[in-house]
């Protein structure tokens, strides 16, 4: 096995344990929210490490994890920029009121929205404004089915968007400018095949999940539909681009002439 496969089969098991989430319940489903979060940050940063290097990688992880605890923990004692939350103690040890396993979950999640804004953004500015876009679309899901285990809840939830309750909207406002900060991190062209199978998953996973395992069609509508704004074009540019690699490298043009 070379070190190429390692984020390939972290990609398997995540999705693997993903597909079990639904059907599992109480202390099961805590401890399989708890792997999954860590193996799909683990399958970010590997592939980072592998394809862009180790300091890329480094400085991706140790920005983003930073990132995350300091804006988490201004939230939960501010009630900026996402609303008034609290944590509760299903998701384990705490730093500063944010459960370890938030700021990993925000690595797990930015680095495919990273690649994919970079592929599809045409300058700086748009590159930024679709990644942050990624990102708060992922949220559309994330938040409901965390929310919905009692894993964080608002004490003050005010106008909500349609069908998607206990959530403030205001909070994916906030997802939005806090995703703008963290998208101005520098990444180059490389493989990409493994983040961008997980990023579909989870675009696919979300809509088919709360369809039809938790019957929260609206939370289905309104993911699906701002997750595909950026996850169909991205498909679609990684398809014409692909390399001879299977793992979506864009081809080089000037030699192909």
């Known amino acids: 096995m070379t070190w190429r496969a ?24 805590a401890g399989l929210t708890a792997i999954t979060v860590v193996l799909f940050a683990a399958t970010s940063v590997s592939h980072a490490w592998i394809n862009r290097g180790t300091r890329w990688a480094l400085q991706f992880f140790v920005t983003t994890v930073v990132f995350a605890i300091v804006v988490e923990a201004i939230g939960v004692w501010s009630g900026l920029p996402f609303g008034h939350y609290t944590y509760g103690s299903s998701l384990g040890p705490q730093l500063l009121g944010v459960p370890l396993l938030i700021p990993l979950a925000w690595a797990m999640a930015a680095y495919p929205a990273l690649l994919l804004a970079r592929r599809l953004g045409t300058n700086p500015v748009s590159v930024v404004v679709i990644g942050a876009f990624a990102l708060t679309s992922w949220d559309l899901f994330l938040d409901p089915q965390m929310v919905s285990q009692g894993y964080w809840t608002w004490s003050n939830v005010g ?26 991190l520098p990444a180059t062209r490389a493989a990409e095949g ?41 498909l679609l540019a990684l398809n014409r681009d692909r390399a001879d690699d299977g793992e979506g490298r864009p081809q080089c043009h000037e030699q192909a002439r």
Not at 20 to 27: I, K, N, R, V, Y
Not at 169 to 181: D, K, M, R, Y
């Open 194 to 234: 493994v983040p961008a199978i997980l990023w579909a998953w989870t675009w696919v996973g979300g809509v088919v999940a709360n369809a039809c395992f938790f019957g929260r069609v609206p939370v289905a509508l309104w993911g699906g539909l701002a997750m595909g704004l950026v996850t169909v074009p991205y």
């Open 6 to 29: 390692v984020p390939r089969i972290g990609a398997a098991l995540t999705i693997g344990l993903q597909i079990c989430w639904p059907l599992a319940s109480g202390d099961i489903r």
């Open 159 to 184: 106008l909500t968007l349609p069908g998607v309750q206990l959530i403030p909207a205001t909070n994916f406002l906030g997802w939005f400018v806090a995703s703008l900060i963290l998208m101005l």
